[in-house]
Nanobody, 116 residues
Framework: QVQLVESGGGFVQPGGSLRLSCAAS????????MGWYRQAPGKQRELVAT???????NYADSVKGRFTISRDNAKNTVYLQMNSLKAEDTAVYYC??????????WGQGTLVTVSS
């Protein structure tokens, strides 16, 4: 069984920063990638950023230059540093773990609220 534990969400004013963390544990044999997705009220879940074992990264156009994804392979942990936050970044952020056997796992979600 695989568990993803997220932390770091909260309330921040526009222009502020937050750092999300997601630690994976359990029967993890081989990770292909880890990443973050988000879902705003009334919208579909969308990609924010992903990072492979080889540290190749992929970002949504809306967050390029503001968000940075990184990972600690030894700890099976992925981070999302979010700077210059905007009101439109408000959403529930979900951690994703994608294994080489094509199994996909999701965290419980952490709420990020950007408001003045």
């Amino acid at each position: 069984q695989v568990q993803l534990v997220e932390s770091g969400g909260g309330f921040v004013q526009p222009g502020g920063s937050l750092r999300l963390s997601c630690a994976a544990s359990g029967s993890i044999f081989s990770i292909r990638s880890m990443g973050w997705y988000r879902q705003a009220p009334g919208k579909q879940r969308e990609l924010v950023a992903t990072i492979t074992v080889g540290t190749d990264t992929n970002y949504a156009d809306s967050v390029k230059g503001r968000f940075t994804i990184s990972r600690d392979n030894a700890k099976n942990t992925v981070y999302l540093q979010m700077n210059s936050l905007k009101a439109e970044d408000t959403a529930v952020y979900y951690c994703n773990l994608y294994l080489t056997n094509r199994m996909n796992y999701w965290g419980q979600g952490t709420l990020v609220t950007v408001s003045s």
